[in-house]
T-cell receptor, first 114, second 113 residues
């Protein structure tokens, strides 16, 4: 069974630009969550999508947004990039409707903002 | 979700058992304990979870104290590939919601030859 895939793996952008990251969940998983990981703040939850709807949101500014498609694939977008947005962006998929929160993470997208 | 406390770092000799402690003294009755690990530059990997009883799978064992205020993750025969940051998470779990795991700083486990 294929794991969670994320594209691109590496990205370099400049301040003020916007970026879109993509995540394909494990087949059969309908929930996708996004996390940001930085050396200073660690792993922080951005948002979770299920059935094309945002179900849960972390404490990030509105420049961070996401969406989910009918095939459960998800994208996240960061507009007006700032230097502090440089981070590893991880997505994770899981079954929805089970009592457990076993999440499967992708390898991440390393974003560098210059 | 309850706060968890873990040692910043630990060393373990290859082939020996690695015992990683976690304190979650404010855990509520319906919060599960989850363990994940993150090998350098990779996404976190789920290891195991439990509520009250001790649990074992192919990767590790989880021992939860009777009062549920602490737990220990045991890697029975640590290898160099087990070098990673290990996260203990207390998470309120119920069907169909709450995908937001709250990661702390974890324990950096170094397995040495």
């Amino acid at each position: 069974k294929a794991g969670v895939t994320q594209t691109p793996r590496y990205l370099i952008k400049t301040r003020g630009q916007q970026v879109t990251l993509s995540c394909s969940p494990i087949s059969g998983h309908r929930s996708v969550s996004w996390y940001q990981q930085t050396p200073g703040q660690g792993l922080q939850f951005l948002f979770e999508y299920f059935s094309e709807t945002q179900r849960n949101k972390g404490n990030f500014p509105g420049r961070f947004s996401g969406r989910q498609f009918s095939n459960s694939r998800s994208e996240m977008n960061v507009s007006t990039l700032e230097l502090g947005d440089s981070a590893l962006y991880l997505c994770a998929s899981r079954f929805w409707g089970t009592p457990y929160n076993e999440q499967f993470f992708g390898p991440g997208t390393r974003l560098t903002v210059l | 979700d309850a706060k968890t406390t873990q040692p910043t770092s630990m060393d373990c000799a290859e082939g020996r058992a690695a015992n990683l402690p976690c304190n979650h003294s404010t855990i509520s009755g319906n919060e599960y304990v989850y363990w994940y690990r993150q090998i350098h530059s990779q996404g976190p990997q789920y290891i195991i979870h439990g509520l009250k009883n001790n649990e074992t799978n192919e990767m590790a064992s989880l021992i939860i104290t009777e009062d549920r205020k602490s737990s220990t993750l045991i890697l029975p025969h640590a290898t160099l590939r087990d070098t990673a940051v290990y996260y203990c998470i207390a998470h309120l779990t119920y069907g169909g919601s709450q995908g937001n795991l709250i990661f702390g700083k974890g324990t950096k486990l170094s397995v040495k030859p």
